[in-house]
């Protein structure tokens, strides 16, 4: 049959689900370094989203810029899932737009972002079953979800969010995102 399902023994899903255990053990330091600037980035981004709508969107791209060059080194020397590296080549692309062109975007800025919100909560939803076989890579889904929630709100909002409510997007994305990876990590066996 060309489309029969193969079902996964125990011992080959226990075997997956050593691997990627494994594999969050080797780099834990890298896991924990990622989610605190994450963590911290969504703090610094929530505390001054009550500036002007300009800075706000500056703010924003440097954050962008700043997390995405983070996980890209960070995914590039741990050799995590391509999943990551496309999240990361998408926060490089965005940040960057935002920075060279921000008049331009300011007008634009709810669409832009209710499409990054999108992508990258697909992203982490890919990722999240990419960890599947680790005890808590539901905290992955659960942010996942927020994100793609924060999506639709932005896009079903439009354009009554001012650029306050994005940069509390964006924050609470970072943090969500960041506490996911902590979580993953948190009781791995050293």
């Known amino acids: 049959m060309l489309f029969a399902?193969?079902?996964?023994?125990t011992g080959e899903i226990s075997s997956?689900?050593?691997?990627?255990?494994?594999?969050?053990?080797?780099?834990k330091g890298?896991?924990?370094f990622q989610g605190v600037g994450f963590v911290t980035s969504g703090i610094l981004a929530a505390t001054l989203s009550s500036t002007t709508a300009l800075h706000t969107e500056l703010l924003i791209?440097?954050?962008?810029?700043m997390t995405g060059i983070f996980q890209l080194v960070?995914?590039?020397k741990s050799k995590m899932h391509w999943w990551s590296l496309l999240s990361a080549c998408l926060s490089i692309i965005v940040g960057t737009l935002i920075l060279w062109k921000p008049f331009p975007v300011l007008i634009s800025i709810v669409t832009l972002l209710a499409v990054f919100m999108t992508i990258e909560g697909l992203f982490e939803l890919f990722l999240a079953?990419?960890?599947?076989p680790v005890h808590r890579w539901s905290w992955m889904i659960f942010s996942s979800i927020i994100t793609l929630t924060m999506a639709a709100v932005l896009w079903i909002g439009y354009p009554t969010f001012d650029v306050l409510y994005l940069g509390w997007i964006i924050a609470i994305n970072l943090v969500l995102y960041g506490l996911s990876l902590l979580m993953l990590v948190w009781r791995v066996a050293s």
Request: net charge positive; hydrophobic share 45%; proline share 0%.
């Open 5 to 9: 399902k193969t079902a996964l023994t």
């Open 16 to 27: 997956v689900g050593e691997r990627v255990e494994q594999h969050l053990r080797d780099h």
């Open 30 to 32: 890298k896991y924990i």
């Open 61 to 65: 791209g440097v954050v962008l810029l």
């Open 74 to 76: 960070l995914t590039l």
């Open 129 to 132: 079953f990419r960890f599947r």
